[in-house]
């Protein structure tokens, strides 16, 4: 086959210039690796929206005290809401099946032996390990007679085991939460780091009653979860969990509420809101890459012609048509193009599995990036090649043979 | 084989026309070895050009193979170069990177011939007497085996006709006379060869020479008895 012979004489060519057809992908490769480095992550804080959006609860709402709020930023927390408030959304709304109060504080001073750390404290209820979908796979999560009692139990998330207890079996050792001693008596589900940074293994959780009277002394609470029987009536009952804490806080019509009400549709927003200003930018810069590389190709080769007329002269003198001479040259510039598409893309994904381990970020899919930024490659290699390929096509046989 | 009538190339230079080739007629049968001696600037690389199918004439007609060709497209002209030519050039005009054996073979990429290229090239490599340097560079042959290479990849496609443009003018005495012969074997295997020389000697080895100056043809005579 003709092609398959002009090919072998472009690879040819590429193999005896290996300086001239690195330094022609070079632009490519930059722009694939960004370029797969980009749409993996994009593809990856897709994948984790959803990810945190199940996390959350497709069935869940959450009530956080004090207005404006946004989920992951810490601000001062208003005294309103009320762990009666909670009863009250259990008991009088119908969709509600269950609820979830809680008092979440970060950077509380933990102590196992001589061993200190911080943690971020959750009093709850007995149903926290459900509604947050956590598993115990060491000991066991505290019961309603701990609640009503009081008791000082714990249940430890795996960073603290691994800072305080060095090995050892925490259950049943005493370790002290904010100056009061504390029993473990499980561990939680290892659950690595949240979408915004925090580290969920370095979570304590305590029974409610406890955090509130024992640690915090405070009578107010920083959330609760609640979750509906009934999905498709979810905006209903957002709203009447709105009038319930409006009328219950004795709000009069016209000022603003004192809590927020985050659902997942809410979270999902967010979300890609935030990522996507960011991808358009960094897609942008990988799109300026692999453009310089196609300027760099295109370059490279309308050089290369001129230094190979006398080359083009004698294949033109033995036989090569116009069309012969354009598909070759066509054939290098995709040839190296697709080549620095597969070694910016194997690149990429490396930088991809490096910045996961290093940065503990989520990346998606490796094999959909990989393919897009190659089918740009080859694009890069078509446009850049197609002016200078012409121009060789168009290379007088006689001018280039004298 | 080669029938040319009332053949013009006219230039078109800084505004004026320069004719190049002035009424050329001239009738070449298969099987010939005609030499073409001019002093240069007479016109005889443009002549050589034209009936080598890289160049077509201002005006007349070329008959090629039975086949008009002055009104060809570019891409039936590299067919025919293709296949129906080979070609010789003074500075051999090989590629400097490429072996011996890839040398030959570039008529073939070309052709929708898709036969063992390299048995072909070992072939003809052989009847130029080049076994032995099938895998060397340009750069490691001397200037006789360099045009024997030359001479090996304008047969790889069995031309009907070879023409030569000064083949000898860049060798030293030796070389030339090992070309020679091997064009003189050509020519007996029945191949019509056309060689442009401005050296007597080389001249003097054809059957026929042909004469031209200032464009035009001024002497067509023959040295031995054509067969």
């Known amino acids: 086959m003709k092609i398959i012979r002009m090919s072998a004489q472009a690879f040819r060519s590429m193999r005896d210039n290996k300086v001239r057809s ?20 994009v593809l990856g804080a897709r994948s984790q929206v959803m990810s945190r959006v199940e996390r959350f609860g497709l069935d869940q709402i959450m009530v956080m005290a004090g207005a404006g709020r946004k989920p992951g930023v810490p601000q001062p927390t208003p005294t309103t809401l009320k762990i009666e408030d909670a009863n009250s959304i259990l008991s009088e709304i119908s969709n509600v099946k269950d609820v979830c109060p ?18 971020i404290l959750i009093a709850a209820n007995t149903n926290w390990a459900e509604i947050w979908n956590t598993q115990i796979p060491n000991g066991r999560f505290f019961n309603d007679s701990e609640v009503s009692r009081l008791n000082r139990v714990a249940v430890i998330g795996q960073s603290l085991v691994n800072e305080l207890f060095d090995g050892e079996d925490p259950v049943g050792k005493q370790i002290i939460l904010a100056n009061n001693p504390f029993e473990v008596i499980g561990v939680l589900e290892k659950k690595g780091a949240s979408p915004t940074g925090l580290d969920l293994d370095s979570r304590i959780v305590v029974p409610i009653s406890t955090g509130m009277k024992r640690v915090f002394n405070q009578d107010y609470i920083t959330n609760i979860k609640i979750v509906v029987s009934d999905v498709n009536q979810m905006t209903d009952t957002v709203n009447d969990v709105k009038m319930l804490l409006r009328e219950r806080h004795n709000l009069a019509p016209g000022v ?23 991808n358009i930018f960094l897609i942008l810069i990988s799109l300026v890459s692999l453009f310089v590389g196609a300027v760099v190709i295109a370059n490279i080769m309308f050089i290369s012609v001129n230094e190979r007329k006398a080359e083009i002269g004698i294949r033109r003198a033995v036989g090569a048509t116009r069309n012969d001479i354009l598909t070759q040259f066509l054939i290098e510039s995709v040839t190296v193009s697709f080549l620095g598409g597969i070694i910016g893309g194997l690149s990429g994904i490396v930088t991809v599995i490096l910045l996961s381990h290093l940065m503990k970020m989520h990346f998606g899919a490796l094999a959909t990036p990989l393919v897009i930024s190659i089918a740009c490659a080859i694009l890069v290699g078509l446009v850049a090649g197609i002016q200078p390929a012409r121009k060789a096509s168009y290379t007088d046989p006689i001018e280039a043979l004298k | 084989m080669i029938n040319v009538q009332n053949l013009f190339k006219i230039f078109h230079k800084d505004g004026m026309d320069v004719q190049i080739l002035n009424n050329i007629t001239l009738d070449i049968k298969e099987g010939e070895f005609v030499s073409i001696m001019a002093p240069s600037g007479m016109g005889k690389s443009t002549l050589l050009n034209i009936l080598g199918c890289l160049d077509k004439p201002t005006s007349g007609t070329y008959i090629l193979d039975g086949e008009p060709v002055q009104d060809l497209d570019d891409d039936e002209l590299s067919r025919i170069r293709n296949s129906k030519i080979g070609y010789v050039f003074q500075s051999f005009h090989l590629l400097p990177r490429m072996t011996a054996w890839e040398n030959v073979i570039l008529p073939l990429i070309y052709s929708d011939d898709d036969s063992d290229m390299r048995e072909k090239a070992n072939e003809v490599l052989q009847s130029v007497g080049l076994q032995d340097r099938v895998n060397h560079l340009p750069r490691e042959l001397s200037g006789g085996q360099q045009q024997r290479v030359a001479i090996a990849r304008a047969l790889i496609n069995n ?69």
């Open chain 1, 22 to 41: 690195f330094l022609m992908m070079l632009g490519v490769i930059i722009g694939v690796a960004t370029l797969t480095t980009i749409v993996s992550s």
């Open chain 1, 102 to 119: 809680q008092i979440n504080r970060r950077d509380i001073p933990i102590k196992y032996q001589n061993k200190n750390s911080y943690a």
């Open chain 1, 256 to 278: 603003e509420d004192d809590f927020t009400i985050v659902t997942p549709t809410l979270i999902m927003a967010l979300a890609s809101k935030v990522s996507s200003t960011f």
């Open chain 2, 159 to 227: 031309p009907k006709i070879i023409f030569a443009d000064e083949p000898t003018g860049n060798l030293d005495s030796k070389s030339s006379a090992e070309v020679m012969n091997i064009f003189r074997n050509l020519h007996s295997q029945g191949r019509t060869l056309i060689v442009v020389t401005h050296d007597p000697n080389v001249g003097a080895q054809a059957d026929r020479i042909i004469e031209m100056k200032d464009g035009q043809i001024c002497d067509d005579r023959w040295t031995k008895l054509s067969s």
